[in-house]
DNA sequence: ATAACCATACTACCATACCAGTTAAGCGAG
DNA sequence: CTCGCTTAACTGGTATGGTAGTATGGTTAT
């Protein structure tokens, strides 16, 4: 987060994404306190702009604003998680299956052409360009379906899983599985057969309840005291078995 | 928009909450400008807050903050209320095949008595209110799901698809057959089943993809001059024919 | 008459000042 | 020593001031 802020563009965009991308890889760690005074001056920005920024993240659901008492970084929630999974999967499958009908073959190209991309990193071992490709390759899909003003949308959800997936990194993170499960739905969708892509991609984005349980166990000062929500068991035991996520 | 703020709780919510309503029902109409100053004039409020708002309100899409030049409120855009509604349509059919598997008997309950309130509402052509409990039913059926904290998503992708509602109550609002189409979503819950409860929340919510391209085509001056994207010319046809919304 | 220019009156954005409410430490009474 | 009150040092929320950039209308030069 050594970046410095560029003072000709708007800031507050600016200092919301350095601390999103801080607190979704854990450098600001939950129960943090993020000071308005203390981040403008690390800046040498107003509070003004970071305040704006605060307003975001905790629309976000990644910091509580207790008013006259502090913002503080929340922990991770896995209600909170489970529930943006299910709201980005109701919309990718949606997408995937759509894309099916409407989307062109140089839209799948780029797609080919990112998973490429994404093996590379894979090799290098870069997990932050890895990252950085997969979440282009989502945002890809969207844009084929004409859906790129929904991306946004998916974009704000994603935060709660972003930070899940960021702790998972360390961990022997099944990259080739990711990258396999990208070029299934790159075949389903060339195939035109939408049933094929919709389960494929619910597949790849029911992933995260499988590292969820055991991630919560290993690192407990990080988490919430809560519980999935029923849909979410509901969707783990549906895909990976009733004794899914064994520690 | 007569009601005043309250200056004990938090005025920027409020100046969101106040402004996004005369947006969606057309008291101020698509080009007009906000301006900060006199907002907070309106109010008794400072420019602060309200520029907070329109903050929120540019990232809903419903007014479009131009630096240095003025915050203007948005033409509809049949592009953006397409997007929104397939986002809306991909959760809220998860939320109601979901539902079917674990929402509580109680909750159909509850349904079933906002299904009798809309009635009464219907009943004394209250159109106002018949929003309000048809808003309350799809919040309600999230809630059921334990998906509450994804409601506040599905209301801001809302806020796109209501002005295009608001536009369509002075004709001759079918407002009983979406009565039916709630009580056929809790009939299938009810009976547990899926396929059945999907169907019917997406046929529901398809619904104003009939009416959309009438109304621009009597209200251009209203949208902005753009077209469907596929996935809605797609989910049109497959809902309604080939031939769906003639004039 | 027309086109270029400049002064003016806006705008949004950022910085600063002020306010009310919370917290916590320190002091004094029991 | 312990408990309770006071008070000072925070917090976020709001109000206000300053700055740079944009539209506009009148003026001047062509």
């Known amino acids: 987060m050594r970046n410095e802020v560029d003072p000709a563009a708007a800031i507050a965009p600016q200092i919301y994404r350095l601390l ?10 939950p129960g943090q306190r993020l000071s308005e005074q203390e981040i403008g001056a690390r800046f040498g920005v107003s509070r003004q702009p ?12 990644l910091v509580r604003i207790l008013p006259q008492r502090g913002t503080f970084v929340v922990r991770i929630s896995m209600r909170d998680v489970a529930n943006a999974r299910f709201v ?9 299956t759509t894309a099916c009908a409407v989307a062109p073959p140089e839209a799948l190209d780029r797609l080919g052409e990112l998973i490429a991309l ?4 894979a090799a290098s071992d870069d997990q932050r360009l890895f990252l950085r490709y997969d979440e282009a390759f989502h945002r890809t ?18 935060a709660q899983m972003d930070r899940v997936r960021y702790l998972s990194l360390p961990a022997a993170s099944p990259m080739s599985l990711l990258i ?3 070029a299934e739905i790159v075949r389903a969708i060339a195939c035109r057969d939408a049933q094929r892509a919709g389960d494929a991609m619910r597949l790849h984005l029911r992933e995260i309840l499988n590292s969820l349980p ?14 999935m929500p029923a849909h979410a068991r509901e969707a783990a035991s549906a895909t990976f078995g009733r004794d899914a996520a064994p520690a």
Chains 1, 2 share one sequence.
């Open 20 to 29: 999103r991308q801080a607190i979704v890889t854990l450098e600001y760690l």
């Open 50 to 61: 970071v305040r704006e920024a605060f307003i975001k993240l905790s629309e976000a659901g």
């Open 88 to 96: 980005r999967e109701a919309v990718e499958v949606a997408v995937a």
């Open 118 to 121: 994404q093996k590379e990193a």
């Open 141 to 158: 899909l969207a844009e084929a379906v004409e859906c790129a003003s929904a991306w946004p949308f998916i974009e704000d959800v994603k």
């Open 180 to 182: 396999d499960q990208h």
């Open 214 to 227: 055991r991630l919560a166990r290993a690192h407990p000062e990080l988490f919430e005291d809560d519980e």
